[in-house]
């Protein structure tokens, strides 16, 4: 089974427009991989994708891919969502033009919660839908559906907030042929860990958030760092679930421009978690399981 992380950025992607910082300036002026796009993956055999950031366009064009049947959304947050919209390019007809029904759309994937949130912000029935651009199909947690060469996934969720739907953020367990790769993009925090399987090959799953910059500089002040390490994964905790559920290799993604570390620094840091078989992604990474 082979991936792709089509981006490995989060909500704010490297570079960020306007700034000269120590990461974004060799990222606008070199490229890849300090540069850093929002936060995708693609598995290929499956031809899906996993979460459309608004970048999603710009991705799967710099990776060629061709075809897109599945596109799985873990979560309602717009940095995750904002790229929907490249359904509407999948399957389109040739022209002339007689209908605006997709021949082949994308059936997008998702659990009732996700599709219940973004129904009310992107009216998925009417413009989606009704519009022939895309199929949609539910996914709840701990449910498995098939798709093609032998691929299936299943879903595992996590609430986004203490007693919230369990299904509010998914991961996606994609299996082939006694190959186990867990795609976890984000919002990692409250997930139970004793649902994921003994013998994950690989996870590629949220970085979690710094209390340092790579010079060592604070991100945030005590004050917004204690409010804000509550309520999202910290790079610690990140470490700790990797530690518990031991898959033979972790790829962390979601790395957002505000950590300021550049890829020697990521590179250095994995170092000290060899146990872990630990690695940091970056954009157009390839990871054969």
């Not at 997709?102 to 009732?112: F, H, K, L, R």
């Not at 559906?145 to 369990?166: K, R």
Request: aromatic share 8%; proline share 6%.
């Amino acid at each position: 089974m082979k991936l792709t992380l089509l981006g490995s950025g989060g909500d704010s992607p490297t570079p960020m427009p306007t700034c000269d910082c120590r990461v974004c300036g060799p990222a606008r002026e070199r490229g890849r991989p300090h540069a850093r796009l929002g936060n995708s993956t693609f598995v290929h055999d499956a031809n899906a994708v996993v979460d459309a950031p608004e970048s999603l366009w710009a991705m799967l064009n710099r990776a060629d891919v061709r075809d897109v049947d599945y596109v799985f959304l873990s979560h309602h947050h717009v940095d995750h969502v904002g790229g929907l919209r490249v359904v509407q390019a999948i399957g389109r007809p040739e022209f002339p033009v007689a209908d605006w029904d997709n021949v082949d759309p994308a059936t997008v994937v998702m659990s009732e919660t996700t599709y219940d949130r973004l129904d009310e912000s992107l009216d998925l029935e009417s413009e989606y839908d009704e519009m022939g651009y895309a199929e949609f199909e539910f996914l709840s947690d701990g449910e498995t559906m098939a798709l093609g060469n032998g691929v299936g996934v299943t879903g595992i969720g996590a609430p986004l907030e203490p007693d919230g739907p369990a299904d509010a953020a998914m991961g996606y367990l994609f299996e082939q042929g006694g190959s186990s790769a867990l795609i976890s993009p984000d919002e990692t925090t409250l997930l139970d860990c004793s649902k994921l399987p003994d013998d994950l090959d690989l996870w590629v799953r949220e970085c979690g958030l710094f209390r340092e910059t790579g010079a060592g500089e604070p991100i945030l002040t005590d004050e917004l760092w204690a409010e804000t390490s509550e309520r999202q994964t910290t790079f610690e905790q990140t470490v700790a679930q990797v530690r518990r559920v031991g898959p033979d290799r972790a790829i962390l993604t979601e790395i957002e421009e505000i950590y300021r570390r550049r890829p020697d620094e990521y590179a250095k840091l994995a170092r000290e978690y060899d146990d872990l078989n630990l690695a940091f992604g970056r954009d157009g990474m390839d990871v054969e399981v």
